[in-house]
């Protein structure tokens, strides 16, 4: 179980350092510090995506009620993420494989390593890309339709509509509209980036063809460090 105050902290210092970097950026009106902060601006992002990791395994607050809001409205959404949704993809991750592997992974070949230096540059730069783009589009049609892996409750549809609307208008209305293209922006170009070098991170060391079922259990330099 993680621990509910832990994660609640967690995610009021991730916001308050969002909304601080937001005025501090705004106020400042200079291009090149949005460029210069922008990687560090997405760590808030990708902070949340790592949140939901939690909240899919039912593992932050008891309250089933508080737990969906929260995982919605503060960590899944802002991140173009269904947490309903996310949270029944990722349980396949889990899924007892043994006996009926194919039915949830696929064998993916060129997640096969080690590799020469030249193909793990451009295996890199192409599921990098892959991720920043197609990834992306992917989630904007999922969360908008609603989702594939479950079905949701007509208030659930109208109050995913209502959040995205108020969040444009406001930001509309108080002339930060730059902010909320800041914050795509990062995701696509820097969140991309970490989860692609986490994702090896996770695989580096393995000879399985399988990238899905298994993980490697060698520690990288940075966790050496």
Known sequence: MYSSTRMTIRLLLTWASAFFLSYFLYKSNNIYLYLVFSPIAATLPNALVVALHEFAHFSVYKNK???TFVANVFVGWPVLLSYQDYRVFHLKHHFDKTNDVEKWYYIDKTWTFPKEKKTFIAFFIKIYFDYATKKHYDKLVKLFALGRHTKHSLGYKA???????????SCWYFNI?????????????WV???NRIRSLGQHYALISV?????QNIYPTFIEKF
């Open 177 to 189: 509209l730059i902010l909320l293209v800041y914050w795509l922006f990062n995701m696509i170009v």
């Open 65 to 67: 009620n508080l737990q």
């Open 192 to 194: 991309s980036l970490y």
């Open 159 to 169: 109050s995913i509509y209502i959040y995205f609307a108020f969040v444009v208008a």
């Open 210 to 214: 399988d990238k899905s079922e298994v």
